[in-house]
């Protein structure tokens, strides 16, 4: 892709169909794929990293787990891990779209490595979170599908020290929400917010199962997440959730009445069409707004199966 000029944003550059569009901030050197690690991010080494996108996507299609492997890091490098060889054994392949209109957001605090956020505004808008692990440019999360239309941002290069302590502590938050449905934390998000509406399918699930039982365990899919502040003062916050499922037959049954899982989908996972207890794990990507008050919004979510074990 090429270097093509146009209008400048403060911290943001923008890449379309075939190239860069804008670029803003102040970059310091180029990192190259082989180092063990980049000094500082650039437009050129982010230029560089969103080619990882039509290669991720060729990957999931030609089910080239080694590739997947390789381009996906985090809770991408987690899911890849598992999903790919379900797909080898019939599961539907991962389907990325092809992007375009992408802005990319350089943060300015580059001390938990060197990572950057990535909003494609075609054919849908999405998040993206590209972070150098391992001497290479990763997938870390994405897609994450907006709610909604895409917002016009922009990040800055330092920000308040009570807002970087707000937007770490918005993974921990979410995680107390969810197992604490009395709401004795004081952890809220407003009506309509995703995570409120997961909190009820969390709560109704177990009685849906009746006669089998279902446990539920929510934890925090990895420890890496990332916060990218604003100029309004508020942060947008990219993590992610693991929602683990244990369903076990009725007292006196021999087979679940109700599985969660479709037969074709458990044989392509365990290599069983059926089984006596199902554990399923299903990772939810999030983009958390933080406002600068500290108050949270979901603004982009997305969910995948990523693994089911037979016991």
């Known amino acids: 892709m090429g270097l093509m000029g146009g209008r400048v944003r403060r911290g943001v550059c923008v890449f379309g169909l075939v190239g860069v569009v804008a670029c803003g901030g102040q970059p310091v050197a180029a990192p190259v794929s082989s180092e063990p690690s980049p000094l500082a991010l650039t437009l050129d080494a982010a230029e560089r990293a969103l080619e990882i996108l039509p290669e991720l996507r060729d990957a999931w299609r030609g089910v080239d787990c080694g590739k997947v492997d390789s381009l996906t890091a985090w809770a991408e490098g987690e899911l890849g891990a598992t999903v790919c060889a379900a797909v080898q054994n019939g599961l539907p392949g991962v389907d990325i779209p092809n992007y375009s209109e992408i802005e990319v957001f350089l943060p300015g605090d580059q001390e938990e490595g060197a990572w950057f956020a990535a909003l494609a505004r075609q054919p849908d808008p999405a998040y993206f979170v590209f972070a150098f692990e391992d001497g290479v440019w990763q997938l870390a999360y994405g897609p994450i599908p907006l709610l909604g239309k895409a917002p016009a941002e922009d990040a800055v290069p330092t920000g308040a020290t009570d807002m970087i302590v707000k937007a ?50 929510v934890r925090l899919a990895t420890d890496a997440s990332r916060a990218l502040l604003l100029a309004d003062g508020g942060a947008l916050v990219f993590h992610a959730i693991t929602l683990v499922f ?41 983009t958390t707004r933080v406002s600068k008050a500290g108050k949270m919004t979901t603004i982009g979510v997305r969910r995948e ?5 037979a016991g």
């Not at 044989?267 to 939810?284: D, H, M, P, Q």
């Not at 199966?305 to 074990?309: E, G, R, S, Y």
Request: glycine share 10%.
């Open 168 to 217: 770490r502590l918005v993974p921990q938050q979410y995680l107390t929400y969810l197992t604490d449905p009395a709401g004795v934390s004081g952890v809220t998000f407003p009506a309509g917010d995703p995570v409120r509406t997961l909190l009820e399918e969390l709560l109704r699930t177990p009685r849906k199962a009746r006669p089998d039982r279902v446990s539920v365990d």
């Open 305 to 309: 199966l990523a693994h089911i074990t």
């Open 246 to 286: 244990t369903q076990k037959p009725g007292a006196g049954r021999g087979a679940l009445r109700h599985a969660r899982y479709g037969s074709a989908t458990v044989k392509a996972f365990t290599g069983k069409a059926k089984a006596g207890k199902l554990t399923g794990s299903e990772v939810l990507f999030l």
